[in-house]
């Protein structure tokens, strides 16, 4: 400045300052007077900041208390950030992750494991933070057990990690579908659920009209209302999920949720499924057991209560002296019966659905057990055609390979799975959960020769760590593997995809219950139920020919007697197969049960033959 000059002030050159100097006083007066006033001002002022926000917190609280469309806006922008920061930084970790170059395979196996289980906790973290329906896409995500191994195990606790709800909401839900308060139905109403999934809670109670103990299942309250809201974010964060990885498409598993998430939420359709399920069964000897229904609403099941332990616990098999063989074989044909000869099937298989107990008296069962079937909701149709030819398949996996064999396999596959010779041995790996079998190595041009493979699945092996350790470093190393994985699942029928949990679950709980039969036993029980739904399909197709050209057009009766022996035949070397395979199962039973007799007495005999430790 000009009035500035040699570090020193000067009023030289600034005219404002060269004034008199009683208008220099006046001046600094009346700055002071007005400094004065906007400090008074200001406080006057200030304290309608802190009123203005609460008053604005206020209308926002009372706002999304009263106000559905606005509470919904809120609730899907929470949520979808929650989501889509998950989303962002898994896109962002893949990308880094396959950007990098590794100096062996080893590496890239490694990082590419370490990266899948970063992201899978995340997702998991935002699906326990959202809970409901987000919880249901967890749990489906932990059953498609083509998926990262990473992804599966980190999504599996999301079956028993669901928060209740509290007393008092669930009690006001009762009353406003029952027309009463808990206490005028109930004589006693246990306030902790024993069980929390997803959906719904069940609390245990004494109903007052029956006097039984009773299983009453609650829909979790909030569930119907935001519904929609969360479907909707399933279905953008699948969106996402194509868009930055469009190899990775998982968007059926959004359609497929929309689809069957309505009928799991209304009870009704739960108690009806279950009805025909039992009508299913009546005329069958089987060790099956449905809890009965007392009543139905669409948020409201009270049901007989049946005390029980996992199908899985060795220790409450052998506390109640019952063969873990014989358990594992009857669930094998309970599902095998739904599915190749009723047509009509549990949909949503796992081991938290399944009770197993002594038999009561007067029970149907052939054994001294009953397996009791939980959670009706979701049942699916298999039509006729689709379930012949998954049984036609089935048996050409049985058979002992041929070149017309070989033919059959790819052909069933396309008519049953809708994938050509390119995913066939995807898909065959996923219907028999091992590696693909000696005619499919050449389709995938794999070299890795660790390990001995099978040409059929009555040649299968116990499946060694090497065969395990082959698939692991398959789907890694293997360019375009894993895409074909999530091609096969967008290409596989929805039933047919149900069907495969099924089959994930027999054999998943035959290792479980560390059975003493060989590992293909479970596929001859497969194999018996093919062959009886082929044979059925055959004699109703000569039957309807006959009423057209009549019963004694001697042609027809010969292929009617040609079918039946067949069948006979076949059914015939598949029993004799078993009854080989459970002597051999008893021999070694009994082994164990010696040698734990050597060691620990008639103690460490029963927990050896029990499979337990001794």
Same mark, same amino acid.
């Given at each position: ?49 802190? /009123? ?6 206020? &209308? ?15 609730? @899907?922008? /929470? ?7 998950? &989303?962002?930084?898994?896109?962002? *970790? ?53 998926? +990262? ?22 009690? &006001?839900?009762?009353?406003? *579908? ?6 005028? %139905?109930?004589?006693?109403? *246990? ?7 997803? !959906?719904?809670? /069940? ?19 909030? #569930? ?24 990775? =498409? ?14 799991? $939420? ?33 948020? /409201? ?9 996992? %199908? ?17 074989? =009857? ?6 019966? $739904? ?20 038999? +009561? ?38 058979? +002992? ?5 070989? #033919? ?5 596959? =396309? ?5 050509? +010779? ?6 065959? @790996?996923? !219907?028999?959960?091992?590696? @693909? ?8 041009? =794999? *070299? ?19 065969? !395990?350790?082959?698939?692991?470093? &398959? ?69 309807? @020919? ?27 070397? !598949? %029993? ?35 499979? #337990?430790?001794?």
């Amino acid at each position: 400045m000009n009035f500035l000059r040699r570090g020193r002030l000067s009023w030289r050159g600034h005219p404002h300052l060269q004034k008199p100097l009683y208008h220099r006083a006046l001046i600094i007066t009346d700055c002071r007077r007005l400094g004065s006033q906007i400090d008074r001002t200001l406080s006057s002022r200030l304290w309608t900041i802190p /009123v203005s926000l609460l008053l604005l917190a206020g &209308a926002g609280w009372g706002t999304y208390g009263t106000s559905k469309p606005f509470r919904h806006t809120v609730l @899907a922008v /929470v949520r979808c950030s929650r989501v889509g920061i998950a &989303a962002i930084l898994n896109a962002v *970790d893949y990308k880094t992750t396959f950007a990098r170059t590794y100096a062996t395979d080893a590496d890239y196996g490694q990082a590419l494991s370490e990266c899948h289980t970063r992201s899978a906790q995340r997702v998991l973290r935002a699906l326990l933070a959202n809970g409901g329906v987000f919880i249901k896409m967890g749990q489906h995500m932990a059953s498609l057990y083509v998926l +990262p191994f990473e992804w599966t195990s980190t999504m599996r606790p999301l079956q028993d990690q669901c928060e209740p709800t509290p007393y008092e909401f669930v009690d &006001a839900l009762f009353q406003t *579908d029952m027309g009463m308060p808990l206490t005028e %139905v109930f004589e006693e109403f *246990d306030p902790t659920p024993i069980g929390v999934a997803s !959906l719904a809670q /069940v609390h245990i109670a004494q109903h007052r009209e029956t006097g039984k103990k009773v299983a009453v299942k609650l829909q979790h309250p909030h #569930l119907a209302e935001f519904c929609d809201i969360d479907m909707k974010m399933v279905e953008v964060t699948l969106g996402w999920v194509k868009y930055w990885f469009p190899e990775f =498409e998982l968007t059926w598993l959004g359609e497929e949720m929309r689809t069957n998430l309505p009928k799991e $939420m209304d009870f009704t359709l739960e108690a009806r499924n279950a009805e025909r399920t039992i009508k299913d069964f009546k005329s069958i000897q089987t060790s099956l057991y449905i809890p009965d229904t007392i009543t139905a609403t669409k948020r /409201v099941l009270i049901m007989e209560y049946i005390q029980g332990g996992r %199908v899985d616990d060795l220790e409450y098999l052998a506390d109640a002296h019952i063969d873990r063989n014989k358990v594992a074989l =009857e669930l094998s044909r309970i599902f095998n019966q $739904m599915v190749f000869v009723n047509g009509w099937f549990h949909a949503d298989p796992h081991p938290g659905n399944l009770l197993i107990r002594p038999a +009561p008296k007067g029970s149907r069962s052939p054994f001294n057990f009953e397996i009791v079937l939980l959670d009706h909701g979701l049942y699916f149709d298999i039509d006729p055609i689709l379930r012949v030819n998954y049984a036609k398949l089935w048996l050409s996996l049985i058979a +002992p390979a041929s070149p017309a064999t070989t #033919l059959d396999r790819r052909k069933y596959a =396309e008519l049953v799975g809708n994938v050509g +010779p390119d995913l066939y041995p995807v898909f065959e @790996a996923a !219907l028999t959960g091992r590696a @693909a079998l000696q005619s499919s190595v050449d389709s995938v041009k =794999e *070299d890795d020769r660790s390990f001995r493979r099978a040409s059929s699945i009555i040649d299968l092996q116990p499946q060694s760590k090497a065969e !395990l350790d082959a698939i692991r470093n &398959a789907v890694v190393s293997t360019e375009g593997l894993l895409t074909s994985v999530f091609d096969v699942l967008r290409r596989v029928p929805r039933r047919v995809l149900m069907v495969l949990k099924l089959n994930d679950l027999t054999r998943s709980l035959d290792y479980a219950l560390m059975t003493t039969h060989s590992n293909i036993r479970i596929f001859l029980i497969t194999a018996k139920y093919c062959t009886y739904a082929v044979w059925q399909d055959e004699r109703k197709r000569l039957i309807d @020919a006959m009423i057209h050209k009549g019963i004694f057009n001697f042609p027809l009766l010969r292929g009617c007697f040609s079918c039946w022996w067949k069948f006979r035949r076949q059914y015939a070397k !598949l %029993v004799i197969g078993e009854i080989f395979l459970d002597l051999q199962a008893i021999a070694i039973i009994k082994k164990a049960w010696v040698k734990g007799l050597w060691r620990k007495g008639f103690q460490g005999a029963h927990q050896a033959a029990a499979g #337990l430790a001794y």
